[in-house]
């Protein structure tokens, strides 16, 4: 039986919907404006007054935000609120730059721990629970934002944090977690330790899993339950527009429903911004509408993504968006061909190899290379010189198939990929160090 944690907005029609959408994006937009000089000068610039903001149909009048606006109005430029009314922090450095700083009020908590309680109960958690928060605590928002869902609903969170790993194996097993949150990279990280420790998922008891903040394919998802014996469920959101729960997966496993009452969805096309029909692939856009403190407009994610309006199975009538198939800026363009890390992924896992690979794109007299590191497993190691040639050689092939050119494969030995407690690092590009 599917669970909810605020049923009548989980499964509200798509009218109620709306309507409280027109509401509170007419409201913030506003409130915006007068309190916000970034806002009002773009909006000005844009020729839009809030008066022109009527309903969600208006919402394309307005400008984009972008993550250069938060780092150009470092640190706390775009909040809404006097400091006297932010309880809360976050910030978040990306791969490159300054870090880009939000601000919660108290009712911003809330909004958010309501966010992460229904995604817990969407993965069966209760207060029965013992859940073992492994994102990371602190200026990240992963590790606060789960355990915050998990107090709302009143199960037993365990703040492990990130690192350690070891002893996050004893506490799992000694404490009885029944529910990790992590990312998905470190929860195969804990797999393979629990397995060095003598131990398997028959000594532990975890039943779900809540795994986000990176891209993960549904191979990665598989070998994550197969290894933990748990069910695993995605879960997405950003440090500009809340952290974790932004959305969040049912039990269909068919898209991430997003929390439209607190935030509204647009894919866009990024080259040109124009707005794209309902199933399109695209680059999704956000608005907060409920936000106090840090009330961020049509903010671009650079995720790329789908959404679908469908009515689920599980009841619930929220929009679901994809599994971001990865980022514009992570997009790799090689030889003039674009190419995903994910893609890259797939192929490794359907082959039977562990998450563990790192892609090294260079550059040599103008022309891009590009090489999949891949460790094998302790089962594959211990094949012949031919037996690897033959992988090498299957391996290309399959990528060759799949991204239309050529990549280079190198077979690693187990434990020689760096292992991630966070997001894990999958590409290294040293173009961007010529440039
Ligand atoms: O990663 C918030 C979060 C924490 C989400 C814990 C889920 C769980 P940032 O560090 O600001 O915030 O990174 C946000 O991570 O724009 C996506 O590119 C990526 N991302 C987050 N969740 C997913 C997911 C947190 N489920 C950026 N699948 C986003 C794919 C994800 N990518």
Sequence with gaps: MERYYQKEIETASRETIVSIQNERLVATVKRVYENVPFYRDKMIEAGVKPEDIRSIDDLCKLPFSYKKDLRDTYPYGLFAVPMKDVVRIHASSGTTGKQIVVGYTKHDLEIWNDCCARALTAAGCTSEDIVQVSYGYGLFTGGLGADGGAMRLGATAIPASTGNTQRQITIMHDFGSTVLCSTPSYALHLAEVLEASGMTKDDIHLKAGIFGAEPWT???????????????????????????????????????????????????????????????????????????????????????????????????????????????????????????????????????????????????NHTDSIEVQVELTNEMFSDTVRDLAKRTKELEAALRTLLGIGAKVSLVEPNTIPRSEGKAVRVIDKRKLLD
Excluded: W
């Design 218 to 364: 549904n191979e990665m998802r598989r070998q994550i339950e197969e290894k933990l014996g748990l069910k695993a469920y995605d879960i997405y959101g950003l440090t500009e527009v809340m952290g974790p729960g932004v959305a969040f997966e049912c039990s269909e496993q068919t898209g991430m429903h997003i929390n439209e009452d607190h935030f509204i969805v647009e894919v866009i096309d990024p080259d040109t911004g124009e707005v794209l029909p309902d199933g399109t692939q695209g680059e999704l856009v956000f608005t907060c509408i409920t936000k106090e403190a840090f009330p961020i407009l049509r903010y671009r994610t650079r995720d790329i993504g789908v959404i679908t309006r469908e009515k689920c199975a599980c009841g619930r009538t929220l929009v679901k968006m994809t599994k971001p198939r990865g980022r514009t800026d992570d997009m790799l363009i090689i030889r003039g061909v674009n190419v995903f890390p994910s893609q890259i992924e797939t192929v490794l896992l359907e082959k039977g190899y562990a998450a563990n690979y790192q892609i090294v794109v260079d550059r040599a």
